[in-house]
């Protein structure tokens, strides 16, 4: 829109020219922390050498194309946003930016990273990240949210490509350990986030959100959390079991993972059904964070350190 | 009881939404701060692309 234009019309239609800040608030920036340290840690892990610049800008197109796959998230979910008090006040659905320069935004942001990525590094890894944007776009935000209450056991691969991503960035393949990575991403995501939805239910209910503790019940999600998080725990000490990686891993996981499934059990037996009195809900939820910064560091140090 | 027209507000005290040319000076400063980032922005992909064809060059040789 064009300022000029703007000259003697309402105002309200000024908010339509977004701050930069909202472009930033677009791509989620608190998500990418978690994004852009897995795909680090993938790099960092894989054998052999990448030129620090090419390591940069391999680091830098993760982070651009999950905060475009955000944006374009956003874009999609505006209405949906809007019930939700979590996310009333993203940019679009509190009307601080059209939704066309969102749309405009995530698909011009998408596109730059992975080429970005297949000029910088490989086209492995820009095609892995291609396909991790348009999971996470089409399959789990268009198409399994709104569906089914297991949206986000299959959705949360979309989150788990980043490690793999980081290792073909280097090696130009994709081997046995960021496959492993993966899984322990995957498994981690129901979890993670059942744990949240249990103590924002009303929200997911509000908006028309079939998340497990909404469809289901409380009673089966925390059953659901037990029985992922031992699946989980199982795929963390994977990669020790198998020979992909030494003691200090496997040290590290075993010990983190023995807190995590602790925590799990807090949240399998507590009755607790007021959302403002979850505490063992909102630990897991903030420990699960912690827990995968902690397993993707121990993997790093494992290859360093043993190295 | 009061009847007729609304009573204007006291000069100053409008809202901001009733003054245009608020709007239009926050759409100006808005746009100035967009495009200063915007220059930012391209200015430091434009080196990340010459740093990345530098290594792909010395790569290449």
């Known amino acids: 829109m064009n300022s000029l234009s703007l000259a003697g019309s309402r105002p309200a239609e000024a908010v339509a020219i977004a701050h930069w800040r909202d472009f930033v608030a677009l791509t989620k920036p608190r998500v990418l922390t978690l994004v852009v340290f897995t795909g680090l840690c993938g790099l960092l892990a894989a054998p052999g050498h990448i030129h620090p610049v090419l390591g940069f800008a391999a680091i830098l197109c993760i982070a651009l194309g999950a905060g475009a796959a955000g944006a374009l998230n956003q874009w999609i979910e505006a209405d949906t946003d809007a019930l939700m008090k979590r996310t009333a006040n993203r940019p679009l659905p509190a009307g601080r930016m059209e939704r066309q320069a969102a749309l405009h935004f995530g698909v011009g942001l998408a596109s730059f990273s992975v080429l970005l990525m297949g000029l910088a590094t490989n086209w492995l890894a820009a095609a892995v990240l291609a ?104 795929s963390a000490l994977a990669p020790v ?12 996981a075993l010990a983190a993972t023995a807190v995590f499934a602790a925590l799990a059990f807090a949240v399998f037996r507590s009755e607790e059904t007021d959302p403002r009195a979850m505490k063992a809900e909102k630990r897991l939820f903030r420990y699960s964070i912690l827990y995968l910064f902690l397993m993707f560091a121990a993997v790093v140090a494992d290859r360093w350190i043993l190295a | 009881m009061t009847t007729g027209a609304p009573k204007a507000p006291p000069p100053g005290e409008n809202a901001p939404e009733d003054r245009p040319e608020d709007g239009i000076a926050q759409v100006r400063a808005r746009q100035q701060e967009r495009a200063k980032v915007m220059a930012l922005v391209l200015g430091a992909l434009v080196l990340l692309v010459y740093a990345i064809a530098l290594v792909k060059m010395e790569g290449a040789a």
Request: aromatic share 14%; proline share 8%.
């Open chain 1, 131 to 234: 396909v991790s944007i348009l999971f996470y776009v089409l399959v789990y935000t268009l198409w399994l949210k709104p569906r089914t209450a297991q949206n986000i056991v299959i959705g949360g691969a979309a989150g788990a490509f980043p490690p793999m991503i980081g290792w073909a960035a280097v090696t130009g393949d994709v081997s046995a350990l960021p496959v492993a990575l993966f899984g322990l991403i995957f498994f981690w995501t129901p979890p993670h986030f059942w744990a949240l939805a249990l103590f924002v239910r009303p929200d997911y209910a509000a908006a028309g959100i079939p998340m497990l503790p909404v469809v289901a019940g409380e009673r089966a999600t925390r059953n659901q959390i037990m029985g992922y998080t031992l699946i989980m725990a199982l």
């Open chain 1, 241 to 252: 079991a198998l020979g992909l990686t030494g003691a200090v891993y496997g040290a590290a």
